[in-house]
């Protein structure tokens, strides 16, 4: 097991990382503020893993309550977070109950809102059991739901107590779902980890095996990046949104198709390529460093090419993106491999030059 930790002074916390977690409840019980939990899941998720953590939590004498909610990107609404709010309020939660996310990151995102919101804040751990997930939105506190204009648009900074990534869980993850999360871990390479991209052009096969010791090295050097980035910049005045690479033009993929229908990793993906294709059309990025990395994302069995949307539907959704700052849509840009930068300075006709090459 491997143990990273998130600075933040007095909300710091720790990261584990390893294989067969979920069963050791000695890691969990010392991040519990007292011995009550509610744990939230899905339809998919608890049959596989619930019985597992529901174990760990008696052997350690925690009382727990569990809501399971509809599986999927377009439940990450209002109306799922209603159902977390009747079941704390219906099973008396206290403002030391943990909440506990046992899911993926559409589940960790809706559980930390629930947790900053119900009684004004209250505990909460999370347990990981995608890719994507465990490398990324699990770590960093951004929480928060959808709404039918804009993607992940209500939501709160909010720390968990502890994050705990079981490697294990991953055997049941469809190859799909793995591939969106690699595209995470990607990330990270192209935005400020060279040595690490090209560890991952080295080791994409072995990832997409499932190599316990690839994935667990994967993890945790996508974690540390994104411990680092958070520890600096938690509230996102300034380096943090360099994690967003591929994010405006994502999430305006996956509102525009309709939530749940591109999976976010993909979607990140293809709007990756569109700022490499806008990085080199600024003259940052060359041909070459475009190439690999369509390489790498071609590889991962990624989407390099966005879904074909009018010019002018990919700017009204970029238009509602969180980047925004006085009208003007920002976007992340690479200026070479391994160092991104945010710019507002794109030109229209540039933008529209990307938007018309890079859908299909
Ligand atoms: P997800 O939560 O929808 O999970 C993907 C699918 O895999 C779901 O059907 C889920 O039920 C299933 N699943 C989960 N674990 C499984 C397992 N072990 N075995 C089998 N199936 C399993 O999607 P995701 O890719 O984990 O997360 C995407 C969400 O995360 C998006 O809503 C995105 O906006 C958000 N996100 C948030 C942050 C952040 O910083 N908070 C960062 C990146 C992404
Ligand atoms: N996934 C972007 C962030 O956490 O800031």
Redesign the pocket.
Known sequence: MQTLNVGLAERSYPIFIGSGLLSDSELLLPHLTAKRAMIVS????AP??LEQLRTSLENCGVRYDSVILP???KF?NTASMDTIYDALLRSHCERTTTLIAL???????MV?FAAATFLRGVPFVQI??????QV?????????I?HPLG??MIGAFYQPQMVLADIR??????DR?LS??IS?VIKYGLIRDLPFLEWLEQNMERLLARDVEALQYAIARSCQNKAEVVGNDERESGERAL?NLGHTFG?AI?NGMGY?VW???EA?AAGTMMAADLSRRLGWLSEAEVERIRGLFLRAKLPVSGPRMAAEKYHELMGLDKKVAAGKIRFVLLKTLGEAVMTGDVPEAILKETLEACCD
Request: proline share 4%; charged share 20%; aromatic share 2%.
């Open positions: 899905n339809t998919t998720v596989l893993y599986d999927g990107e990450k899911g993926g990151g559409v589940i960790g995102d930390g990981p059991t995608t890719l994507l997930a990324d939105s699990s770590v960093g506190g951004k929480t928060g959808n993607k992940n869980t991953l055997d049941t993850l469809p779902e969106a999360g995470e994690l999430h996956e749940g999976l976010h990793g990140v």
